[in-house]
């Protein structure tokens, strides 16, 4: 069984782009979340989808970011006009339930320069 | 609000030697506790976990004991083996609403050399 797939596993964006960061679940999970890691911090939650749902989005920067996970496709986490402090290493997890233990992919590496 | 600390690292061992990575958290209830690791290149997987004061979650040779008393859930082995270098995170979450959301230390790096 393929695990959580996330692509690009490395971005660089320079400041003022647009950058977007894929999320696969593993099959037939429905659940989503998304997590960061800013250098020397901790993976901290920002949202929980499910599909065509926002379910909490309590983690998220209020401006630039956004989330959503289709009925088909993966789950994209958009962040617009970068700056240098979105630089982090964003972590996707799925699960088949709330309640459910998390299955997290290998994160995705933004750099903005 | 609520966080884990987890010991600085990066850790270096030598095979069989044994192995302990500190973590204590700052909760206003009584959170379930986590230990997942990250291989190089894959996502992170969950270890063990203690859902109540004194449990004790175990796997692969690993355990960690929830105590309340130090708000601390170390983690131990006792001889590691070169297949255990990764990068160890401890973490919390509340059951009920919400327990979802997962709040995990910085991650400690651990090198088993042979």
């Known amino acids: 069984n393929a695990g959580v797939m996330q692509n690009p596993r490395h971005l660089v964006r320079r400041r003022g782009q647009e950058a977007r960061l894929r999320c696969s679940p593993v099959?037939?999970?429905?659940?989503v979340y998304w997590y960061r890691q800013l250098p020397e911090e901790g993976l901290k939650f920002m949202v929980y989808?499910?599909?065509?749902?926002?379910?909490?989005e309590s983690g998220m920067p209020k401006e630039r970011f956004s989330a959503e996970f289709p009925k088909e496709g993966p789950s994209i986490l958009r962040i617009q006009q970068v700056v240098r402090g979105d630089s982090a290493a964003y972590f996707c997890?799925?699960?088949?339930?709330?309640?459910?233990?998390?299955?997290f992919g290998p994160g995705t590496r933004l750099t903005v320069t | 609000g609520d966080s884990v600390t987890q010991m600085e690292g990066p850790v270096t061992l030598s095979e069989e030697a044994f192995l302990t990575i500190n973590c204590t958290y700052t909760?206003?209830?009584?959170?379930?506790l986590f230990w997942y690791v990250q291989y190089p290149g894959e996502g992170l997987q969950l270890l063990l976990k203690?859902?109540?004061?004194?449990d004790k979650g175990s796997n692969k040779g690993f355990e960690a004991t929830y105590r309340k008393e130090t708000t601390s859930f170390h983690l131990e082995k006792g001889s590691v083996q070169v297949s255990d270098s990764a990068v160890y995170f401890c973490?919390?979450?509340?059951?009920?609403?919400?327990?979802?959301?997962?709040?995990f230390g910085k991650g400690t790096k651990l090198s088993v050399i042979p």
């Open positions: 203690a859902t109540k004061a004194d």
């Open positions: 989808l499910q599909k065509e749902n926002i379910i909490d």
């Open positions: 099959k037939g999970h429905s659940h």
């Open positions: 909760a206003t209830g009584y959170p379930s």
């Open positions: 997890a799925s699960s088949p339930g709330s309640f459910y233990e998390q299955y």
């Open positions: 973490a919390l979450s509340y059951s009920g609403a919400g327990s979802y959301q997962l709040t």
